[in-house]
C-alpha cells in the first residue's frame, strides 16, 4: 500500500525559505510510471498546483512560483522535496505531496498535508 | 495561467443529480482529455473521484460521471446521497505542461 508522508517546519519567517519532504513508503520514487508533485491550499481557499518531477529529475512548475521554487528527488532516501524561498504570508498553506501516473491525470494517492504558517 | 471556472456553489435533494461544470480554454480542457475531479469533505484530504474525464478509479462510486464538450468538463453525481456534500475541484493539463486547477465548487445535499 502506497503511503506518502510530508514532513518540515510549521513555521516560517517571511522572506525566509520554506522546505518540505515527503516520504513515499510502499512504492519507488525511481518507477519510470509515476511522477512526484505538491499541491498547496490556503486556509479557506481552494486547491493550488505548485509542481512535479519525474524519476529522471525532470521538472515541471506552476508559472506563477517558478521564480521561486525548486523540486528536487532523492532516490536513496526515497523521498522529494520542496523549496520555496523569499516567503511572505501568502504562501502559508496546507501542503499536500501526492502522486500522479504518467500520461494521466490520475493524482490517486496523496499526503495527509501539512499546514505551513508564515509569521514572524 | 488562469484558474478554471467552475460555479461556488450547486446544491440538490437527496436522490436527485447535478452537475458541476468546469470552464477551461483551448490552452488546457479543450485540448486534452487529462481532466481529473477531486472530493474534498471538510479538513480532509482530495480523493480522486474521476480522471482523464471520464474514468473512475477502482471504488468509486458509479454514481459519479465525468464528461467534456469542447472546453468544458462536467462532474455529474446522480442519485444526490448525504455523504457527498464535500468541495469538488477540477484539474486540467495545459499546453505549457503545466497544470490547473479549477476555484473549487461547494455542494450541499439539502
Known amino acids: 500500500q502506497l503511503q506518502l508522508q510530508e514532513s518540515g517546519p510549521g513555521l516560517v519567517k517571511p522572506s525566509e525559505t520554506l522546505s518540505l519532504t515527503c516520504t513515499v513508503s510502499?512504492?519507488?520514487?525511481?518507477?519510470?510510471?509515476?511522477?512526484w508533485g505538491w499541491i498547496r491550499q490556503p486556509p479557506g481557499k481552494g486547491l493550488e498546483w505548485i509542481g512535479n518531477?519525474?524519476?529522471?529529475?525532470?521538472?515541471s512548475y506552476n508559472p506563477s512560483l517558478k521564480s521561486r521554487i525548486t523540486i528536487s528527488l532523492d532516490t536513496s532516501k526515497n523521498q522529494f522535496s520542496l523549496s520555496l524561498n523569499s516567503v511572505t504570508a501568502a504562501d502559508t498553506a496546507v501542503y499536500y505531496c501526492?502522486?500522479?501516473?504518467?500520461?494521466?491525470?490520475?493524482?490517486?494517492?496523496w499526503g495527509q498535508g501539512t499546514l505551513v504558517t508564515v509569521s514572524s | 495561467q488562469s484558474a478554471l471556472t467552475q460555479p461556488a456553489s450547486v446544491s440538490g435533494s437527496p436522490g436527485q443529480s447535478i452537475t458541476i461544470s468546469c470552464t477551461g480554454s483551448?490552452?488546457?480542457?479543450?485540448?486534452?482529455?487529462?481532466v481529473s475531479w477531486y472530493q474534498q469533505h471538510p479538513g480532509k484530504v482530495p480523493k480522486l473521484m474521476i480522471y482523464?474525464?471520464?474514468n473512475r478509479p477502482s471504488g468509486v462510486s458509479n454514481r459519479f460521471s465525468g464528461s467534456k464538450s469542447g472546453n468544458t468538463a462536467s462532474l455529474t453525481i446522480s442519485g444526490l446521497q448525504a455523504e457527498d456534500e464535500a468541495d469538488y475541484y477540477c484539474?486540467?493539463?495545459?499546453?505549457?505542461?503545466?497544470?490547473?486547477f479549477g476555484g473549487g465548487t461547494k455542494l450541499t445535499v439539502l
Open positions: 501526492a502522486r500522479r501516473k504518467g500520461a494521466s491525470g490520475s493524482r490517486d494517492c
Open positions: 510502499g512504492g519507488s520514487i525511481s518507477s519510470s510510471s509515476y511522477y
Open positions: 518531477i519525474y524519476y529522471s529529475g525532470s521538472t
Open positions: 483551448s490552452s488546457d480542457v479543450g485540448t486534452y482529455n487529462y
Open positions: 482523464d474525464v471520464s
Open positions: 484539474n486540467s493539463y495545459t499546453t505549457s505542461s503545466t497544470w490547473v
